[in-house]
């Protein structure tokens, strides 16, 4: 998992994700738990079942693919106002990503902390 800090230019980031080879699944911030998983639950075009809490995002991570077999970067933008207004939420979505990063070789995480 990277950490990229507020100067980093979100479209140099995708731009060298897609020049990997990598499918891009872009998270845009959120203000609290429930935005947040929204969030990713759109972004990862989560299933049905999605139960919007932390197990079910994990959840939907592990079983995330590409349908052409390609590494996928998740990407995690504007952190920086929910770090601010509910830290726990943060803490624990950031941990539960540094898992699935370090659980899967075809899945990489980058957060943009802006």
């Known amino acids: ?3 990229l800090g507020r100067r980093a230019d979100l479209h140099a980031v995708i731009a060298d994700a897609e020049a990997a ?3 891009v699944r872009l998270v845009v911030g959120g203000m609290d738990k ?3 998983l929204k969030a990713f639950a759109e972004a990862i075009d989560a299933p049905a079942w999605f139960g919007k809490n932390y197990d079910a995002l994990t959840d939907a991570l592990r079983d995330l693919s590409d349908a052409h077999g390609r590494t ?3 990407i995690w933008d504007g952190v920086a106002v929910l770090r601010s207004m509910d830290k726990p939420t943060y803490v624990a979505v950031r941990e539960l990503l540094r898992e699935i990063d370090e ?3 075809d899945l990489t ?3 943009v902390d802006r």
Request: charged share 30%; glycine share 6%; hydrophobic share 40%.
């Open 1 to 3: 998992m990277r950490m």
């Open 72 to 74: 996928i970067e998740v």
């Open 103 to 105: 659980e899967r070789q």
């Open 21 to 23: 080879g990598r499918t």
């Open 109 to 111: 995480v980058t957060i």
């Open 34 to 36: 429930q935005s947040v």
